[in-house]
């Protein structure tokens, strides 16, 4: 039931988009405003549901909403992005959400937010984690992973796996997962930290910096001089081609994101597809909002894992919307050491 309380208006900080982005995403494309201002109760006889944000989750797909729409309109809208965030239930119209609770799913960059779609909202019932775990590991970039190494890939025991963008927010869980199994597992990243990071913390057996590799087909046939089985993209363009030169007959590739493309105003091109033919390789690309429905059995394999230490998540966390902007930004450097998160409120 939506509370009785009165109508009066809160201030609401907000991440609002000044510009539409052309090419690479600046912090002067975004703005932070409190002028906004919001009801904390639900209007009376609706189903919408009031909530706190507590996490946002800096994701890169962000950027799709930030990219001109095909109409005449030439400002953006004067309202907050969305994405995944987890947020506290201040009041709720709607009989599956109480207040208190605890959820994750889609809301907006700003303090509180009204939710009225519940198609990507989803309500916590572990709370023996860090919250901020439902923006990553626990959220969409895990059943991403989740999704993507064994509804996509099939894996098998012993399998030869390749993760670019390996020590990101999906990366980092598809490379322990597919330990877990008993693959040989080699992740790529952009700097010495993150390198060191999948071998020491994350316990690849191999890691390396794709921006010190001149040849990076040389680079894969070091690291795999049998092949690949398993590839997980990430990132797409030069990468993805070099790959095809190295799977092995029968390999599977899940296309889960081409940050290397996302900013880019005519796509790199793909030149070794006859590979794919010739090996017979399955390359198939997902998008994670198909496979909600796997979210129980996911839970129930990784949950485990992470009480007992055999699965372990690194993240990047940024206290205050106001450094939002420069966070998500930071995603298409490679900026970030782990899952970037901002946290916007103390529960």
């Not at 980092?172 to 930290?193: D, N, P, R, T």
């Not at 690309?285 to 992470?306: A, W």
Request: net charge neutral.
């Amino acid at each position: 039931m939506a509370s009785d309380g009165d109508d009066e208006q809160v201030s609401n900080k907000q991440v609002i988009l000044k510009n539409y982005v052309t090419g690479s995403p600046k912090e002067s494309d975004m703005y932070v405003s409190s002028n906004g201002t919001i009801k904390l109760n639900v209007p009376e006889g609706t189903n919408g549901v009031v909530v706190k944000n507590l996490y946002m989750s800096c994701d890169p797909y962000i950027l799709i909403q930030m990219k001109k729409p095909d109409t005449d309109s030439s400002k953006p809208p004067v309202s907050a992005l969305t994405g995944f965030g987890v947020a506290k239930v201040l009041d709720s119209g709607n009989p599956n959400f109480k207040k208190g609770d605890l959820v994750w799913g889609i809301t907006g960059w700003e303090k509180y937010s009204l939710i009225t779609d519940f198609q990507k909202m989803f309500k916590i019932q572990h709370t023996n984690v860090p919250l901020s775990y439902y923006t990553g590991i626990l959220g969409m970039p895990g059943i991403t992973a989740y999704t993507g190494f064994y509804e996509i890939c099939s894996p098998t025991k012993g399998d030869h796996v390749f993760i670019s963008a390996a020590s990101g927010a999906v990366g980092q869980l598809v490379g322990q997962l597919a330990k877990l199994l008993g693959c040989y597992v080699v992740g790529s990243a952009g700097s010495k930290e993150k390198v060191d990071l999948l071998k020491n913390k994350l316990k690849f057996d191999e890691a390396f910096n794709y921006k010190e590799e001149p040849d990076l087909d040389a680079a894969l046939k070091r690291y795999f001089p049998e092949g690949i089985d398993i590839y997980f993209d990430n990132v797409g363009g030069k990468m993805l081609d070099a790959v095809l030169l190295n799977m092995r007959p029968h390999g599977r590739i899940a296309v889960c994101g081409m940050i290397s493309q996302y900013n880019l105003d005519k796509p790199e091109g793909v030149h070794n597809l006859m590979d794919l033919l010739l090996k017979q390789v399955q390359m198939k690309g997902f998008v994670v909002s198909s496979y909600y429905h796997l979210f129980p059995k996911f839970l129930d394999l990784v949950l485990p894992h992470i009480a007992e230490g055999k699965i372990v998540y690194v993240e990047d966390i940024v206290e205050g919307l106001e450094l939002g902007p420069a966070a998500f930004v930071g995603l298409f450097s490679g900026r970030n050491v782990g899952k970037q998160v901002v946290l916007v409120s103390k529960e």
